[in-house]
């Protein structure tokens, strides 16, 4: 199951991913919100963190305008390993390298076309494991420290 969630000025682009993700058979929760009345990211970046935190999830997609305000809330969510993506290069190294559970998009910065580039790129890498496992588990320890 994927968690996703923006806030208005990522829910078009929010709309086309479902739209994609079911023509691929995927399974997603949406976290709202659901409409284009004005709305605010944290609300949205936090649930979706907490649904993957959790476990109630496996990955999390959030959009908001520029991808950053979602991305930043996702990721004070501990256990939240978000990344703000804009090529699919990014997307794929975050998977392997960073293990990232949620991706963030910008929805007034990327195109459509690409946006779906980027998810299919980030659902279909996996995590390369080794030594970017021990950096991790660094990651974790910082959010011990808080
Ligand atoms: C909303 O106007 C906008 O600030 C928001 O979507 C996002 O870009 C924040 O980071």
Redesign the pocket.
Known sequence: MLAIGS????YALKQAVMKHLSERGIEYRDFGTYSEESCD?PDFGEAVGRAVASGECERGIVI???G???SIAANKVRGVRCALCGDCFSAEMTRRHNDANVLAM?A?VLGEGLALKIVDTFLDTGFDGGRHARRIAKLAEIEQRG
Do not use: M, Q
Request: glycine letters at 38%.
């Open positions: 806030d208005h000025g990522g990211y908001c305008g520029t950053i305000g979602i910008g007034r």
